[in-house]
């Protein structure tokens, strides 16, 4: 972020790089099949309607951003939700079942936000990924954690 002029392709591809973590890995284990696919969307609106819930309360104009810091928002949100609640969601259910791969991803995904975010925004984070690895399980899906995450980080 030094380099302004760096910052977005670096976005993009961190965010493209966190897909390769999910490189030969089926679709279907990844939560990325296509059965009940209009459920799945609706679903990605609906958690995406939660995730915004504590900025619909806060005082103020929502911030808008610039097109190219959005495609980069939408770049790193696809690739941390196929990273994290893709590959290692599924690869920590192969190790110690669901409850294992809730809570761990969940862990993981705030520790790795640790890095970017104030400390006292982490419980948020926290709790955004718990709900999105929640879905995961209840709906074996991961389409909609993934339009929820892009949903939130193109609007916050």
Avoid: N, Q
Avoid at 11 to 18: P, R, S
């Amino acid at each position: 972020m030094r380099t302004p002029g760096l910052a977005l392709p670096a976005l993009a591809l961190g965010g493209a790089a966190l897909l390769l973590v999910a490189w030969g890995w089926p679709a279907e284990r990844l939560g990325l099949g296509r059965s009940r696919l209009v459920f799945r969307l609706l679903g990605g609106f609906a958690l995406g309607a939660v995730l915004l819930l504590p900025a619909a309360v806060r005082s103020g104009a929502a911030p808008i951003l610039p097109a190219g810091l959005a495609l980069a928002a939408v770049a790193v949100s696809i690739g941390e939700e196929v990273a994290f609640r893709g590959a290692l969601y599924a690869a920590l259910e192969e190790v110690g079942g669901a409850p294992v791969a809730v809570l761990g991803s969940t862990l993981l995904w705030t520790l790795a936000h640790a890095l970017s975010h104030p400390p006292e925004f982490l419980g948020a984070v926290a709790a955004a990924g718990l709900l999105l690895a929640l879905w995961r399980w209840a709906c074996k899906d991961l389409v909609a954690p993934v339009i929820a995450h892009v949903i939130a980080d193109v609007t916050l």
